[in-house]
């Protein structure tokens, strides 16, 4: 309960200021239109309006909280701004993306951010999120709650209003390789988790919950297998700060050194769309993607072949 209430809390308290990504920037970003999974970009949406993207997740409780919202603001402003709810793809199944559509029923665009190039480029660190953009798609506010603060924001756009751009930071393309840059050398093996997966998803997705809790209490074991290797642990930025990594490496005693995906470079780069997974790379390349923890001595002996 106590990090159910922590959750919430950071979720309350996370506003983050962004820099205005350009039009340019966010239509050349491809998505995925559900449910034909055909390639789609912004720029099938009229420019000339202001944007809302809200980002979400089917396992996401408080997302499932603020649908009904969601949907009554498209009801009353779809007209006047775009409205474009982004699955994040991260651990998702197009039947539980299509459950949602119908539980709610949904109107607006449902796009997937199968690649995570827009919450790369929005500064996307949990969900729900909501980013209201003007008529120049330029960011004017961004926001994980569903309130009277964002109904204020989305009445004044829809008004006309050109509210002025956020200032903010977000993390430059420059930045994004020099983050990166450290995996495209040498052998390496990357293991990709979140520190809430285990318990949050507990009782949404209860098969990925185990499936964390097993990969996180082997890991050790199985790194110690190659025992000259690098290894190296990365967890996904939704919601976590440096106290929940602190917290995730005491709970599992955590030998393979881990850090947190601040801007989801790596998690956008190595494509990673489902956690836990363990990735061997070679100068950068993926020679293996496992999974499927659920046998650690096939584990061991899959990575052994690889070193052969």
């Given at each position: 309960m106590y990090k159910i209430i922590s959750l919430c809390v950071f979720l309350i308290m996370a506003f983050v200021n962004l820099a205005s990504a350009s039009t340019a920037d966010l239509t050349a970003i491809s998505l995925k239109q559900f449910p034909e999974l055909s390639t789609i970009n912004l720029s099938a949406v009229p420019a000339n309006k202001p944007l809302y993207i809200k980002m979400?997740?089917?396992?996401?409780?408080?997302?499932?909280e603020q649908m009904p919202h969601f949907q009554q603001l498209y009801q009353q402003y779809g007209d006047k701004v775009n409205f474009v709810a982004v699955n994040i793809d991260i651990n998702e199944k197009p039947e539980e993306i299509a459950k949602v559509i119908a539980r709610f029923g949904l109107?607006?665009?449902v796009w997937i951010d199968d690649q995570g190039k827009l919450a790369l480029e929005l500064g996307l660190v949990g969900t729900p999120f909501s980013v209201l953009m003007n008529s120049q798609w330029q960011q004017v506010y961004t926001s994980h709650e569903s309130d009277n603060v964002l109904d204020g924001f989305i009445q004044r756009l829809a008004q006309g209003q050109n509210l002025?751009?956020?200032?903010?930071?977000k993390a430059s393309p420059e930045q994004q390789q020099q983050l990166v840059a450290p995996y495209l050398?040498?052998?390496?093996y990357l293991f990709f988790t979140a520190t809430w997966c285990d318990w949050y998803l507990a009782e949404s997705r209860p098969d990925m919950s185990k499936s964390c809790i097993q990969a996180q209490q082997q890991l050790?074991?199985?790194?110690?297998?190659?025992?000259?290797?690098?290894?190296?642990?990365?967890?996904n930025n939704l919601w976590t700060d440096q106290q929940a990594l602190t917290d995730f490496n005491q709970q599992y005693a955590m030998k393979v050194p881990f850090s947190i995906d601040n801007s989801g470079a790596l998690f956008q780069h190595f494509n990673v769309r489902s956690i836990p997974v363990l990735l061997k790379l070679k100068d950068g390349k993926v020679l293996a993607e496992i999974k499927d923890f659920s046998n650690p001595t096939a584990v061991i002996q899959q990575l052994q072949q690889l070193q052969r």
């Open positions: 979400w997740a089917t396992w996401c409780k408080p997302c499932m109107t607006m665009p002025i751009a956020q200032d903010g930071e050398n040498g052998e390496q050790n074991a199985i790194a110690l297998q190659l025992p000259n290797s690098n290894w190296h642990g990365i967890v």
